[in-house]
């Protein structure tokens, strides 16, 4: 599976942006989805998911009520949207997927087979 994020770039604080991640080479239908992020001179956190089965998504603290994650099975694609944003939400994003993702594991970066390359955002106050 190989995974292109996209859709990041400049945004004011308050303002809205959708980041994309087109995966390619086998459907991830069948696989954990997740976003994480990595600010200069931090470790990649986490940042949203949803399990293989199921509606339900999971959300660090930080961003709960403001950022949404959704997959599009048809596209083969996962989103983020990200609205009332803050300069604290500056960071490469990285969108993830692995097919045996347990619940208890989805806010784990170790867990994740497939990675993107990362797409940066940066939110000016």
């Known amino acids: 599976v190989q995974l292109q994020a996209s859709g990041g770039g400049l945004v004011q604080a308050g303002g809205s942006l959708r980041l994309s991640c087109a995966a390619s080479?086998?459907?991830?239908?069948?696989?954990?989805v997740a976003w994480f992020r990595q600010a200069p001179g931090m470790e990649r956190r986490f940042v949203a998911a949803?399990?293989?089965?199921?509606?339900?998504?999971y959300y660090t603290d930080s961003v709960k009520g403001r950022f949404t994650i959704s997959r599009d099975n048809a596209r083969n694609t996962v989103y983020l949207q990200m609205n009332s944003v803050r300069p604290e939400d500056t960071a490469v994003y990285y969108c993830?997927?692995?097919?045996?993702?347990?619940?208890?594991?989805?806010?784990?970066?170790?867990?994740?087979?497939?990675w993107g390359l990362g797409t940066q955002v940066t939110v000016s106050s």
């Open positions: 949803m399990p293989r089965t199921g509606n339900r998504d």
């Open positions: 080479g086998r459907t991830i239908s069948g696989h954990a």
């Open positions: 993830a997927a692995g097919p045996g993702v347990i619940t208890s594991s989805l806010a784990s970066h170790t867990a994740y087979a497939y």
